[in-house]
Structure formats: C-alpha cells, structure tokens
C-alpha cells in the first residue's frame, strides 16, 4: 500500500507536459493490437516500436527527474498545455508516417494535429488509402484531446478566467481571482489529478454507451467506436469520409444527435464548475439558446428547401419533406457543435428542392460554437448570451433611463463586464480570421477557400472544408507554407486568443 501511494505521489510530481506525452505513447499500444488481430503486421509492427521507444523514452526521462521539486508560475499547467497541443502531435506522428510510407511527416504531422485540437481536417480525402489501424489513431488521438480539454477546462482554464469562465468571473482574463468552487484552493496538480479521476470515467463511460447504441443502430464494431469517439470529442472524424456518412441510417443519426447535446453545455454532464446558474439545464442560458438555435435554423432551412421545392412543382411525398427536415436539424447541431458531420438526408433535401447547399450558414453555426468547458470549437453560447443580455440592457435603458437592473450581482456582471470582454473576444477572433485569410491569400490560396480555412480552423470543425464552400478543398494540395499556417490557426482556435496573450505577458509568470 505504501509503495503504491510512493509510486503515485512520484508520477504526480513529474512535468505536467511529461504526463501526457506518457499517455500518449502508451496508447499506442491499442492501435498496435489491432492491426495484430487484423493481420495488418506492418501497421502493428509501426505503432508497438513507437509506443515502446516512447514509453522507453518516458521512463528515461522520468526516472532523471525523480527527486526534483516542480516549480511552477502562474501560467505554467497552461503552458504544458500549449506545448502539448503543438509537440505531442510530433510523437503521434511517427507511428502515422511509419504505417503509411507514402506520405510525408510533416503531412502525418498535421493529420495528428488536426486530431488532438479536434479539428477534424484530413489531408486524405479517400479513407481507403488509410488502413483501419491508421482510422483507429485518428479518432483516438481526437479523443484523447476531447478528454484532455474536458480535464483542462475545470483545471487550468477556470481559475485563470479563460476558456469563458472570464464572462461570469470577477478577476480579470489569466489572473486567478476569487475561488469559483473548493478546487481552485488546490494546487495545480491537485486539480489536474482530482479533476481527471473524476472525469476520465464519466468520458470512457459515455464513449462505451454510444458505441453499444450505435452498434444497436445496425452499424459494424469499428466505425461505431470511430463515430462514438468522434462524437464525445466534436472531432468529425470518420473512417467512412464524407461520402460514406450516408450510410449510418436514421437511428444512427438520432443517438448521435442526442449525445452532441453534450457540447452545447457542461451541466449536461457535470456541475464541477460555476459558469452561469446552478438552476439545471432548464435555467442554463447556454443549454436553452442552443437548443433555440437547433430548433429555428433547421426550420428556416426548411422553409427555404420548401419553397425551392414549389418553385420546380415537385411531386415529392410527405415523408421526403420530413427526411429534408431532419437532414437540417441534425447537420445543424453537428455544425453548432463543431462536430461536423452532415446528415445522410442533407443530400435528399438538395435534391428535392434543387437548391444548393448553405455554406455560409454552417460557418455561421461553426463560429458561435457550442458551450464553455465543452470539447466544442467556436466563440462559445455563452459570449452570445452575453451580449444578448447586454443588447436588452440597453434597449430598456432607452425605454427606462433611469431603470436599475433586476438580474443580481450576476446578471449586472453577466451584462456589462462579461459583455465587455465577450466583446474584446469577438474582436479578437475577426482579427484572427482577417489575419489567417490574408495569410493564406499571400501564399497562393483563393479568397473564398481562405475564408473558409480560415473559419474551420479557428473554430476547430474540420468538415467545414468539404461543405463550406462551393467545392471541396483539396487540403493535401496546398503548399507546406499554407499547411503551416493552418496548424497554427488550429492551435489559436482550440486554445483561444485571450489564453495565447496570457502565455504572451511577463508580468503574469510572477508566482
């Protein structure tokens, strides 16, 4: 009993950055046998030594940093976290390049990212160049950085006031503020410890479900644990590609759909953190203008799908408008999710009325994103909330100049500072979407690709290459100059803006 608490108290005192590589490496070992037991040796061969030489590799180093205190600044399990958002997708990589010879690491490279930022954009528009060991790393590399930022959200990012939780805190973005809840007197490792103990299970069990139910739904064993991966990480990835989606079926479509509801907000799963209310689901604003936004823009879709359908005198049946209507709903909360998967009836919808499909409208969704400390991409709900709240202050000050607000010490924090910031932030992120976009204009790319990369990366939901614009994107075409940038901007759009200026500013490294 004691040794195993030493050999604990040890693991937890190594570099936070150094525990993730750990885990990392040591998952390899799952893809590795695998493609044992599906007789694809070379791929088995690729992952077992590179999970080895890493775990070889971990002991080493750890065993060399037995005994030394950590030392950590303010910033520093957020600096681990960048550093493993941009190193980590190295490592992933070698197994990749290993597997698939054919291609060059820095493409293997920008795969991995893609995956770890659960992005989703793949340089391999056909899914039969890459084997099902290569699919497996793939969603599980996206998985793991789904896990990593469900950890990182109640660890690192809230009580720095980033991520969102600066909209309802009262300290100011990276500075630690006022507790918002009992972890925030722990130590940083403490809270890292604490919160992936309790988390990591809720995760695994929420994957091991979806992936019955999928299995349920009629589809095989191996692309129901890809989609069930994808799902819970908002990653989009699919070992069918963007074509072979249609096949999952109606109730494939449905229990999905029901488990993307859990990147719409974090009390869809857990109440470890304050961010809003602690009335529920039926009073989180996050939750309620989310499921507002399912509701309304698949039904405008509708309404404009409808009267397509009457201007070509279609002869469709009930049941096709019906299959169209779905088809809108559930792509609509894929993309609000940043999971971006399309349904199998978006295509039926197009046909049937013979109108194209609304790109702009799916970036739209992209951008908003889904909820605060979820594994979604985007601005986040909550900042629209915000400055909603913010926009009907001040119309009823118009009315009423004099009025006081009735909302408490929350809603007035909610509707000027947190909107103020929620403000700052939407600036912010237009300037990183002019700035990406003039980037790859520079290098060669068209506005309107660069307009979409740009969105998809930033808000991290990858599909949006293929359904964004007029034509997919041939991503694997692009120079390495253009790739480069991509993966910065994937970087910027999974940690955010507010947290890389954090990182940027001297003063806050003060412990």
């Known amino acids: 009993m004691y040794r195993n608490t ?3 108290h040890n693991l937890t005192q190594l570099p936070l950055f150094l525990l993730m590589f750990g885990v990392g490496v040591f998952s390899m070992f799952i893809p590795a046998a695998f493609a044992l037991v599906a007789d694809k040796h070379s791929a088995s061969q690729a992952f077992f030594y590179a999970g080895l030489l890493g775990t070889i590799t971990f002991l080493l180093i750890g065993v060399a940093h037995a005994g030394r205190a950590p030392r950590h600044g303010a910033l ?3 600096l681990s976290l960048f550093s493993a958002f941009v190193f980590l997708p190295v490592v992933f990589a070698i197994p990749f390049v290993e597997a698939l010879p054919t291609t060059r690491f820095f493409n293997a490279y920008f795969e991995m990212l893609s995956a770890l930022t659960t992005t989703g954009a793949t340089l391999f528009d056909n899914p039969v160049r890459l084997g099902p060991s290569l699919h ?12 990593l930022m469900w950890v990182s959200a109640v660890a690192i990012l809230a009580p720095l006031n980033l991520g969102g939780f600066e909209i309802t805190a009262q300290a100011e973005p990276g500075r630690q503020g006022n507790p918002m809840h009992a972890m925030t007197r722990l130590s940083p490792r403490q809270r890292i410890g604490r919160a992936a103990r309790s988390l990591a299970p809720l995760y695994i069990g929420l994957t091991v479900v979806l992936w019955i139910l999928l299995m349920i739904s009629g589809q095989d064993a191996f692309n129901a644990w890809c989609h069930a991966m994808s799902v819970l990480a908002t990653s989009g990835i699919s070992a069918l590609g963007a074509s072979g989606f249609s096949q999952i079926g109606f109730v494939g479509e449905v229990v ?5 509801l859990l990147a719409l907000s ?7 953190t304050i961010i809003a209310t602690q009335g529920g689901l039926r009073t989180d604003p996050e939750f309620r203008i989310g499921l507002a936004i399912v509701l309304v823009v698949p039904l405008a879709l509708f309404a404009r799908h409808f009267l397509g359908a009457i201007d070509l005198e279609s002869t469709s049946t009930f049941g096709t ?5 779905w088809g809108a709903v559930f792509t609509v909360l894929s993309f609000l999710s940043t999971t971006g998967f399309v349904s199998g009836y978006w295509s039926e919808a197009q046909s049937w009325s013979g109108l194209g499909t609304p790109g702009l409208i799916l970036m739209g969704l992209s951008v908003i994103g889904g909820g605060v400390a979820t594994t979604a991409g985007g601005a986040k709900l909550l900042r629209v909330y915000a400055l909603y709240r913010n926009g009907v202050r001040e119309m009823e000050k118009l009315v009423h100049p004099n009025s006081v ?5 929350a809603g007035r924090r909610l509707q000027s500072g947190g909107a103020f910031i929620a403000w700052i932030f939407f600036m912010l992120f237009a300037l990183s979407v002019a700035a990406v976009t003039l980037a790859l204009t520079l290098v060669g790319v068209t506005f309107e690709d660069a307009m979409v990369l740009a969105i998809a990366t930033l808000s991290t939901t990858g599909p949006l290459t293929v359904v964004g614009g007029e034509a997919p994107i041939d991503l694997l075409a692009l120079s390495d100059t253009a790739k480069a940038i991509l993966a910065a901007s994937m970087v910027l759009g999974r940690l955010e803006t507010l947290a890389i200026i954090a990182l940027l500013t001297p003063d806050l490294w003060r412990s």
């Not at 590399?141 to 896990?147: A, E, N, S």
């Not at 607000?405 to 010490?409: I, L």
């Open 266 to 272: 974090r009390l869809t799963f857990t109440r470890d």
């Open 405 to 409: 607000s009735g909302a408490g010490v």
């Open 321 to 325: 408008a019906l299959r169209a209507l």
């Open 6 to 8: 030493s050999i604990r």
């Open 76 to 78: 520093g399990p957020l």
């Open 256 to 260: 999905m759909a029901a488990f993307m």
């Open 136 to 147: 497996l790393w793939r969603a599980q590399v996206g998985w793991m950085g789904g896990l």
